[in-house]
Each structure stands twice: as structure tokens, then as C-alpha cells.
């Protein structure tokens, strides 16, 4: 079963940058594809980026040309960078990770961005 432990959520002011992880607690090499996801108060849960393990990115239109998500292997961590951060980013943000046909999600971290 993997872990997965997020952190860097915080509060930031609109415009600002914050930079959320996620370490696991396998070898990334034994995970397929990860990504962030966010989940903000009456709404779904909605992908923000992707990334599989051959390094491919997909990221909604919500973030792009604001968010990377990358990874550094040799920590078993991914990252999501957020730049020029909006009060319409406000969420909880969740790292998910699929090994071997099997989902998992980390416990989430918030982010809230005010004017």
C-alpha cells in the first residue's frame, strides 16, 4: 500500500507562489502516474495536473502557463509549482498516485489565496 504525505499548502495573497509536495513511501519508479487534484467548498473534486512516470504532464486550463507539476525521483516526491495564485484557486489540493491498477490519495493540504 502506498502513502503518500502532501505538505506546502498554506495562505498566500493573490499573485503569490506556493509550492506543494508529495513524498511517497514506495519507489516513485513503482508508481505509474501521479497528480494534483482540488476540491474546493460545494464543489467536485477536479484534476490540476498529471504526470506519468515517463515524465509526461497534462494540466487542466485552470493552471496552465501558472502551475508545473514535476518530479524529483530520487526524493520520491512530486511537486506542484503555483505562480500568480487567484481567490478562484482556493482549495483543498490532493496528491494521487495509481500503482499496480490502484489508486491512492494523500490526506490533503490547503491553499487559500486572498485579495
Known amino acids: 500500500q502506498v502513502q503518500l504525505v502532501e505538505s506546502g499548502g498554506g495562505l498566500v495573497q493573490a499573485g503569490g507562489s506556493l509550492r506543494l509536495s508529495c513524498t511517497t513511501s514506495e519507489s516513485i519508479f513503482s508508481i505509474n502516474a501521479m497528480g494534483w487534484y482540488r476540491q474546493a467548498p460545494g464543489k467536485q473534486r477536479e484534476l490540476v495536473a498529471s504526470?506519468?512516470?515517463?515524465?509526461?504532464?497534462a494540466y487542466a486550463d485552470s493552471g496552465k502557463g501558472r502551475f508545473t507539476i514535476f518530479r524529483n525521483n530520487g526524493k520520491n516526491t512530486m511537486y506542484l509549482q503555483m505562480n500568480s495564485l487567484r481567490p478562484e484557486d482556493t482549495a483543498v489540493y490532493y496528491c494521487?498516485?495509481?500503482?499496480?491498477?490502484?489508486?491512492?490519495w494523500g490526506q490533503g493540504t490547503q491553499v487559500t489565496v486572498f485579495l
Open positions: 504526470i506519468t512516470s515517463d515524465g509526461r504532464r
Open positions: 494521487h498516485a495509481e500503482s499496480r491498477d490502484v489508486g491512492y
